[in-house]
């Protein structure tokens, strides 16, 4: 079985600082990793996947993430944040073989302040 | 514009009735997906049908229906079965050439 753990409920950043959103991942086999956003009263936007290759994955809008395999762990960072970034981030894994639904963990509520 | 729909955007339920969430995809998806999503507890699968005319349960299809007649359409529906449908539901798609998902802009259903 597929598992995320997001181990924050909430992130406060001042703007300008880097910020960092936590995710950990359990899959038999190789794992298909994403991050999304969501906006009050919208759908899930993709920011970014890790599928292979370099740990290191950009994104939109300025985010990254490390992919770390033997810490099963896929954190979001951002190297400045802005008041913008204020929103939910989930995060999600899916194995890589087959067109499988993805599995998510139960999101991280990031505020910027100004 | 491609992209997923989902209607309406808001949908009231009096107790003990069924009622149909629309989820409508123009990406050529082969597989569909719908989620819940609460408060705390991030999306959890109801559904999903990775091709016309098949659908698979997902971890809390209690309660709900779906169908899969047309490649682009997968529509919901909430039953009277449903204890607690008050909730944020989610649609979204894939392709086998693409590993993420693509999600429409939610319906909020509300029981009153």
């Known amino acids: 079985a597929q598992s995320v753990a997001q181990p924050e409920d909430q992130v406060n950043v001042a703007e300008g600082n880097p910020l960092t959103v936590k995710c950990t991942y359990s899959?038999?086999?190789?794992?298909?990793l994403f991050w999304y956003v969501q906006y009050p009263n919208r759908g899930l936007q993709f920011l970014l996947k890790?599928?292979?290759?370099?740990?290191l994955v950009k994104g939109s809008y300025g985010f990254e993430a490390e992919f770390n395999k033997s810490q099963t762990s896929f954190h979001l960072k951002k190297p400045s944040a802005l008041v913008s970034d204020s929103a939910l981030y989930f995060c999600?894994?899916?194995?890589?073989?087959?067109?499988?639904?993805?599995?998510f963990g139960k999101g991280t509520r990031l505020s910027v302040i100004a | 514009d491609g992209g997923i729909t989902q209607s309406p955007k808001y949908l009231f339920r009096k107790e003990g009735q069924n009622v149909t969430l629309s989820c409508e995809q123009n990406?050529?998806?082969?597989?569909m997906y719908w989620y819940r999503q609460d408060p705390g507890q991030g999306l959890r699968l109801i559904y999903y049908?990775?091709?016309?005319?098949?659908?698979q349960k997902g971890d809390i299809a209690e309660g709900y229906s779906v169908s899969r007649e047309k490649k682009e359409s997968f529509p919901l529906t909430v039953t009277s079965a449903q204890k607690n449908p008050t909730a944020f539901y989610l649609c979204?798609?894939?392709?086998?050439?693409?590993?993420?998902?693509?999600f429409g802009q939610g319906t909020r259903l509300t029981v009153v």
């Open positions: 979204a798609s894939s392709s086998g050439g693409w590993p993420e998902a693509f």
């Open positions: 899959v038999s086999g190789n794992p298909y």
């Open positions: 890790y599928i292979t290759g370099d740990n």
């Open positions: 999600a894994v899916r194995v890589s073989s087959g067109n499988t639904p993805l599995v």
């Open positions: 990406l050529n998806h082969d597989a």
């Open positions: 049908s990775q091709i016309v005319n098949d659908f």
